[in-house]
């Protein structure tokens, strides 16, 4: 089983709304994520880490992280279509989810 | 500065050949690692480097061999190809020696066919 799991959808929002995205960890160790987003056909790149239990916003991007339930999730507010990608979850030493693919529709 | 760069682009080899994959980084990084992506399996960490000088296995090295050149250049070998092995394989680079732990930066991609 690998340590980290994500739901790998995919997963459909009108634009402007909003985009939930989870993942889930087996190791209660590890103390940071990364999410990383990957547009089709070209290489993941990071678009966010958080290391802390709470909240990170970023601009329209939020992560969440809970360690007492050890799940991360990545919040996108008025998704728009150029966020249609994969998004990836990362822990170090933990690997990489499956990735959930994100179409928003216009 | 470009990064981290990754040669061929794309290859086709038939069952039985060998190739050698390219990857180098000019961030002066520590860490180096190859993953391999295939439909609905997101990326599988191959091998990885987590200072000069040194390498380790990660969750799918088997038919793969690994050289870090120097700091900047780290390359994969495929001794003889399997259909298996098609894939598209990415090089990465992270800051930190020791590996896995932080930030990576991904090259663009090899599409890889093995007939």
């Known amino acids: 089983q690998k340590e980290v799991e994500q739901n790998s959808g995919p997963l459909s929002v009108p634009e402007g709304a909003i985009a939930s995205l989870n993942c889930t960890y087996s190791?209660?160790?590890?103390?940071?994520f990364f999410w990383y987003r990957q547009y089709s056909g070209k290489s993941p790149e990071l678009i966010m880490f958080?290391?802390?239990?709470g909240d990170k916003e970023d601009g329209r991007f939020t992560a969440q992280l809970n360690k007492a339930s050890q799940y991360v999730s990545l919040l996108i507010r008025d998704s728009q279509p150029s966020d249609s990608a994969t998004y990836l979850c990362?822990?170090?030493?933990?690997?990489f989810g499956a990735g959930t693919r994100l179409t928003v529709k216009p | 500065n470009a990064g981290v760069t990754q040669t061929p682009k794309f290859q086709v080899l038939k069952t039985g050949q060998s190739m050698t994959l390219q990857c180098a980084q000019d961030?002066?990084?520590?860490?180096m690692y190859w993953y391999r992506q295939d439909p609905g399996m997101g990326l599988r960490l191959i091998y990885y480097?987590?200072?000069?000088?040194?390498?380790d296995k990660g969750e799918v090295p088997n038919g793969y061999n690994v050289s870090r050149l120097n700091k900047r250049e780290f390359s994969l070998r495929l001794e003889s190809a399997a259909p298996s092995q098609t894939s598209v394989y990415f090089c990465?680079?992270?800051?930190?020696?020791?590996?896995?732990?932080?930030?990576?930066?991904f090259g663009p991609g090899t599409r890889l066919t093995v007939l």
């Open positions: 990465a680079s992270s800051a930190l020696a020791g590996g896995l732990a932080d930030t990576q930066y």
């Open positions: 190791d209660r160790g590890s103390q940071s």
């Open positions: 958080i290391y802390s239990n």
């Open positions: 990362a822990a170090p030493g933990g690997g």
């Open positions: 961030m002066n990084h520590n860490s």
């Open positions: 480097s987590a200072s000069e000088g040194t390498t």
